[in-house]
């Protein structure tokens, strides 16, 4: 089936210090997505995108996130600077668009701050 | 805001028997009630989603929707090993692209 690569699959990283997190979504899919997840816990949505632009944020996407697609490239979730409680599996997610589509998610990426 | 709740939270069965997994919602106003299936280290994939009240049946899996009781559940028939992980129910809202997420049953399947 379609598949979204994320890249990398662990990062483990200083607080304090940036991370970008990358998403290579299926290639005709309109809408993209950030989840957070931390071990044992619920999938929480942090942000949607579409055309360019963020649709819907949640209280969980703080200041210090930010997500853009330069030019159909990578979806890329920014996290600047990061905090310990930024650690979790960051899963990528697109579909083609609607509320009844399917929505298609990377593997993830844990990211780790120490 | 939307709640989901899931039971049981783990469900331990043999092999070839009959899986029944629960899902309730607070929002009556939701639309389409999704079944997604998580392996670990892997994302989740989804497998059956429902919008109408009833049943619907896709190869060995059942879903049965109540909105009355805001209440769903899956029934995996013929269980096998391989159906070992999280199942998650999630609820997508009309009133925007996200989806509500429950926390998930984690089922193992014994040979």
């Known amino acids: 089936g379609p598949k979204v690569l994320q890249i990398p699959s662990h990062q483990i990283i200083d607080m304090g210090q940036m991370v970008t997190l990358n998403c290579d979504p299926v290639?005709?899919?309109?809408?993209f997505y950030w989840y957070k997840q931390i071990l044992g816990q619920q999938m929480e949505f942090l942000v949607n995108?579409?055309?360019?632009?963020?649709?819907?944020k949640s209280k969980l996407f703080k200041d210090q996130f930010s997500v853009e697609r330069p030019d159909g490239s990578y979806f890329t979730l920014k996290i600047q600077p990061t905090a310990l409680e930024d650690s979790a599996v960051y899963f990528c997610?697109?579909?083609?668009?609607?509320?009844?589509?399917?929505?298609?998610f990377g593997s993830g990426t844990r990211l780790t701050v120490l | 805001q939307e709640k989901v709740q899931q039971s049981p939270e783990s469900l331990i069965v043999p092999e070839g028997a009959m899986v029944s997994l629960n899902c309730s919602f607070s929002?009556?106003?939701?639309?389409s009630i999704w079944w997604y299936q998580q392996h670990p280290g892997k994302g989740p994939k989804a497998l059956i989603?429902?919008?109408s009240n009833g049943n619907k049946k896709e190869g060995r899996l059942t879903v049965y929707l109540n909105r009355a009781s805001l209440h769903v559940s899956l029934h995996i028939k013929d269980s096998q090993p391989s159906d070992s992980a999280v199942y998650l129910c999630?609820?997508?809202?009309?009133?925007?692209?996200?989806?509500?997420w429950g926390s998930g049953t984690k089922l193992i399947i014994k040979p």
């Open positions: 997610a697109s579909h083609t668009g609607g509320f009844a589509e399917t929505l298609y």
């Open positions: 290639s005709n899919h309109l809408y």
């Open positions: 995108f579409y055309n360019g632009k963020v649709m819907e």
């Open positions: 929002d009556s106003a939701s639309q």
């Open positions: 989603s429902i919008f």
């Open positions: 999630a609820v997508s809202m009309a009133s925007n692209y996200q989806l509500i």
